[in-house]
């Protein structure tokens, strides 16, 4: 199945795990292919790396919002990807989802704390927008809680 294109179209969050597995086995092959595969994956490197460069924390973000993935994923594939200064690289991710965090609560309306407990009912009365930004700032803080 080629998850990039298609006439079903996936979300942000399949890339990451797809992108990350072919820098993965680029590198790989890299140190451990036969002369032939090293001297192609050295050309292929330096191209995919032009890109990874930029869009690496974006892809890890939408990763870590996917409730099928978390931070322990990602974690995980960084430590694959960046053998001996992984915890810099994740250091990236983190900070950025921070980052987007506290943008995001800046700009938002005060949520009550308990804005979780409230009755169906309840939350019905409230506009989509408002309880789309609540959602999304729970979710943010148990990711902050849990990490």
């Given at each position: 199945?080629?998850?990039?294109?298609?006439?079903?179209?996936?979300?942000?969050?399949?890339?990451?795990s797809c992108i990350s597995t072919a820098y993965a086995?680029?590198?790989?092959?890299?140190?451990?292919?036969?002369?032939?595969?090293?001297?192609?994956?050295?050309?292929?490197?330096?191209?995919?790396e032009k890109y990874w460069h930029d869009f690496c924390?974006?892809?890890?973000?939408?990763?870590?919002?996917?409730?099928?993935?978390?931070?322990?994923?990602?974690?995980?594939?960084?430590?694959?990807?960046?053998v001996g200064d992984y915890v810099f690289e994740f250091?990236?991710?983190?900070?950025?989802?921070?980052?987007?965090?506290?943008?995001?609560?800046?700009?938002?309306?005060?949520?009550?704390?308990?804005?979780?407990?409230?009755?169906?009912?309840?939350?019905?009365?409230?506009?989509?927008?408002?309880?789309?930004?609540?959602?999304?700032?729970?979710?943010?803080?148990?990711?902050?809680?849990?990490?």
């Amino acid at each position: 199945m080629c998850v990039i294109s298609g006439t079903k179209y996936p979300t942000t969050n399949i890339y990451f795990s797809c992108i990350s597995t072919a820098y993965a086995t680029l590198k790989h092959e890299l140190i451990e292919g036969p002369d032939y595969i090293k001297q192609m994956c050295r050309r292929m490197i330096v191209n995919f790396e032009k890109y990874w460069h930029d869009f690496c924390v974006i892809l890890a973000i939408a990763a870590i919002l996917d409730p099928r993935d978390k931070f322990a994923f990602v974690e995980w594939c960084y430590k694959r990807l960046y053998v001996g200064d992984y915890v810099f690289e994740f250091k990236k991710v983190k900070d950025s989802l921070f980052s987007l965090f506290l943008n995001y609560a800046s700009n938002s309306v005060n949520v009550p704390a308990n804005v979780g407990e409230r009755r169906h009912t309840e939350c019905t009365s409230r506009s989509s927008s408002t309880i789309l930004q609540s959602q999304f700032l729970q979710v943010l803080l148990f990711l902050m809680n849990n990490v």
